[in-house]
């Protein structure tokens, strides 16, 4: 209706003021109804018509204005429900797409706040990954640096629940192919430390298994026979706990520990 | 009833009902989702060995009148705009049904290819919308009418790889978070176009076994809750990777049986909602694929009847558990 009835006999004035009316209109919806795709569509489609102005010298004055007011929006839906994927895809959209947005570094603050409120928002985890790869990429962070300040970040959150499964795949992350021998020796043995104190923690023992075999598998001339033997040991005792423990996944730690029994 | 079984008389007639009700509400308030609907009640259908009991020949009359001559798609219903959602219903319900010589294979390949953006990824009708899901519904339809040589895989590829996780998993567009569902809509994808090797599927493969809780059902996110739904998209996607191991089955089953409406058939997202027909399909397609005694085997990676998948010599090299006897 907007675009042929209504548009073409507005002035650029007329059809800011509609779709500012939208959206504010559409926002009360989406409190209402915070999973609908068309109501966020709609969003989109509202700023992606916005039109130039209000002048000439300051072509990208509503649009700001505009989106500014989006991202905002968007913080609210997250405070509701810190998980809303729509809320999440329609702000990275929003980051992607505004004229002046705020630094990159902002972001990866923004998900620090999430993180700290509530180390359990695997969304904003995923969010940090994003933002961390560009921000590596464009050279603002310093990649190893940086992994080391999310080293400690993690550590505080595994402390506070070491059963938070989101913590712990992001840990998986941070490590990745595990390349850096210091690296996996010192996360071992912290985690070690943990699960001393914590001697049922299945993601404990789930993520020692995986750097232990990390290190037998890319490092074994590095660390020599002997702790090969001590960490291959280490690794089956851990797979029968966890085949113990977490009998749902007790195929995976069969095939797991067959495969490292097999390369023996 | 005791829903310690899979109440298949009462489910088959369940589906029948649906479309009896034309004055419901409900009926009117899920037109946009017609042809999905009847999709997914065939499909139940199908893996409950009640193939027939929808009328053929009206379901097919029904799909025809969905057809947008102009536009080369399908909508969701009669004088519905078309979009490649329905689009790809369509096509499943007229080769569940023998029927493709009612499509337009030129015209509504056109449809489908003409809904690739630059990036790769579909837009799922001419308003632009896009999500893996519309990419999946593409390569699945144009695989479907053996149509797939004209898809420009590299750039399709090329998205599914840019929506890929540090946990493995895919979203629903670049940069979004992994979810179960979006999973199997870019694995399945993967499948089809023997392309499984842009996955990480050690990662991939423990991110979706943690999926499941200690109630036996699947989330389909970390720390969310069960719904009946998520067991399927875990276990086609497992299934693909050949891992359905790595879950445990005797602990989902009694899961989803409790999920039944033991008086008026449906299954529902969880024990003590309403039934619908997508959790209906959904939880009948995964007890399938976990070999529950007495259903038919479901293709994962099309989402219908695996015999007719191979005799269309499209079966890829999942595996699902072996059928049960009791």
């Known amino acids: 209706m907007f675009t042929t009835s209504l548009f073409p006999q507005s002035s650029p004035s007329k059809v800011n003021e509609y779709l500012s009316d939208d959206l504010s209109l559409t926002f009360g919806l989406l409190r209402e109804h915070p999973k609908v795709y068309w109501i ?48 999440w895809n329609y702000r990275r959209y929003i980051l992607a797409t505004m004229t002046s947005p705020p630094p990159p570094k902002s972001e990866l603050a923004y998900t620090t706040r999430k993180i700290e409120s509530n180390f359990s928002n695997f969304s904003a985890w995923h969010q940090r990954s994003k933002v961390l790869l560009t921000l590596w990429e464009s050279g603002e962070l310093d990649r190893a640096k940086s992994i080391e300040e999310d080293f400690e970040l993690v550590r505080n959150a595994m402390y506070t629940d070491p059963d938070d499964q989101s913590v712990w795949i992001y840990h998986a992350w941070l490590i ?57 040991d280490g690794c089956l005792e851990l797979l029968e706990k966890l085949r113990a423990i977490d009998p749902p996944r007790r195929r995976r730690y069969e095939e797991i520990a067959e495969g490292i029994k097999s390369s023996r | ?104 294979i030129p015209k509504v390949t056109k449809f489908i290819l003409s809904l690739q953006q630059p990036s790769g990824v579909f837009a799922g009708d001419q308003w632009g919308e896009i999500d893996t899901r519309f990419l999946y519904s593409a390569v699945n339809a144009l695989s479907l009418i053996g149509q797939l040589h004209l898809l420009d895989v590299e750039k399709t590829v090329g998205y599914i790889k840019k929506c890929k996780n540090f946990d493995g998993g895919f979203g629903a567009v670049a940069g979004a978070e992994s979810h179960a569902a979006q999973v199997w809509v870019c694995t399945a994808a993967l499948a089809i176009l023997d392309r499984l090797d842009v996955i990480d599927q050690d990662t991939l493969a423990w991110w979706l076994a943690e999926r499941q809780l200690p109630n036996g059902g699947f989330n389909g996110r970390p720390q969310k809750l069960e719904d009946v739904c998520y067991s399927y998209w875990v276990l086609s996607s497992l299934s693909i990777l050949r891992k359905l191991s790595w879950i445990d089955s005797e602990k989902l089953i009694p899961f989803v049986l409790s999920a039944q409406d033991t008086e008026n058939g449906g299954i529902a997202d969880r024990p003590g909602d309403l039934a619908d027909v997508f959790h209906t399909v959904f939880g009948i397609v995964g007890l399938s694929l976990l070999g529950y005694p007495g259903l038919v085997d479901i293709d994962p990676v099309y989402c219908m009847p695996a015999d007719l998948v191979a005799s269309k010599g499209l079966r890829k090299d999942w595996e699902a558990l072996p059928r049960r006897n009791s």
């Open chain 1, 176 to 232: 990745g192919e595990g390349n850096d021998v210091p690296r996996l020796q010192f996360e071992i043995t912290s985690i070690q430390e943990l699960l001393d104190e914590q001697p049922d923690s299945k993601w404990c023992m789930e993520s020692l298994v995986r750097y232990k075999r990390l290190l037998v598998t890319k490092h074994a001339a590095t660390v020599g026979n002997e702790a090969v033997r001590s960490l291959v």
């Open chain 2, 1 to 104: 009833m005791s829903a310690s079984q899979l109440l298949i008389p009462l489910h088959v007639q369940y589906i029948k009902s649906l479309g009896e009700n034309k004055d419901d509400l409900v009926y009117h308030l899920t037109a946009h989702l017609r042809m999905n609907a009847v999709y997914w009640g065939l499909t139940a259908l199908c893996a409950m060995g009640h193939k027939d009991a929808l009328d053929r020949d009206e379901m097919i009359e029904y799909v025809m009148s969905c057809w947008d001559e102009e536009a080369g798609g399908f909508g969701a219903h009669p004088d519905h705009d078309p979009h490649l959602l329905p689009t790809l219903s369509a096509i499943q319900i007229l080769t569940i049904h023998d029927s493709q010589d009612k499509l337009n």
């Open chain 1, 40 to 87: 966020w569509n709609h969003r989109r489609w509202c700023l992606e018509n916005i039109p130039d102005g209000p002048s000439e010298e300051d072509i990208d004055g509503w649009r700001n204005a505009t989106w500014k007011k989006e991202l905002f929006v968007v913080e609210k839906m997250l405070e509701a429900d810190a998980r809303n994927f729509h809320a």
